[in-house]
């Protein structure tokens, strides 16, 4: 059974070289494969599009250091997922209860864009990451990359998941799908995602959870 994340992956050869581009200009970067962070057995999975350059792909966290972080962190915390509102560093003390935040990419790709290739090739480690999941479990999808890759894992149709903010889509004997715009600085900026907007995502969540 494939591991739900290898630090030594070097699959996709794109991505391998970039990261040692920006390691070589970046030092003290953590410019490697990014791990999940979060709860072991959470019933609750966060799936994100890939780590940033100044946030996860510095400080070896997702979403940690850099602006998509903060709403989702802010979030976390306000419907009883995480220890505080902020998550700075890897190290900060910060815990999450019921919740795992993972990416359908493990690696920075240039310019926040993985292609297609890269996508199918770590899409192993989330299909096994889904199958730890318990029953009842949702996932929260963070953009329409995401979303597809989490379909894909499971096995599903793309025509038969329509993307779309605060859809809620079931899998039959898998879990709950919930899909958000992602909380990225465009997004946030331009209103296309309000706090609002993203709260309502994981006040379903929650709901969900708790009956």
């Known amino acids: 059974m494939t591991e739900i994340f290898d630090i030594d992956c070097r699959q996709c050869p794109r991505l391998a070289a ?24 959470a019933r609750l999975l966060i799936v994100g599009l890939a780590p940033g350059m100044h946030g996860a792909n510095r400080t070896g966290r997702p979403f940690t250091g850099d602006y998509a972080g903060v709403l989702l962190y802010e979030t976390l915390h306000r419907f009883g997922f995480g220890s505080c509102a902020q998550s700075v560093s890897a190290d900060d003390g910060l815990r999450l209860t019921d919740c795992r935040i993972t990416n359908a990419v493990k690696c920075l790709p240039p310019d926040n864009k993985p292609i297609g290739a890269e996508i199918n090739t770590c899409n192993p480690y989330l299909v096994a990451e889904l199958e730890l999941l318990p029953a009842g479990a949702i996932v929260v999808a963070l953009g329409g990359i995401a979303h597809r890759a989490v379909i894909k894992a499971i096995g599903g149709r793309q025509v038969d998941y329509k993307f779309g903010h605060a859809v809620e889509h079931i899998i039959p004997e898998h879990f709950t799908m919930l899909d958000s715009y992602h909380c990225s600085r465009y997004n946030t900026n331009t209103g296309r995602l309000t706090p609002e907007m993203f709260e309502q995502v994981f006040a379903r969540a929650r709901q969900l959870l708790d009956t």
Not at 19 to 36: E, F, M, S, W
């Open 18 to 41: 970039f990261l040692r581009d920006i390691q070589g200009k970046n030092a003290g970067y953590y410019c490697r494969p990014v791990p999940p962070f979060g709860d072991g057995n």
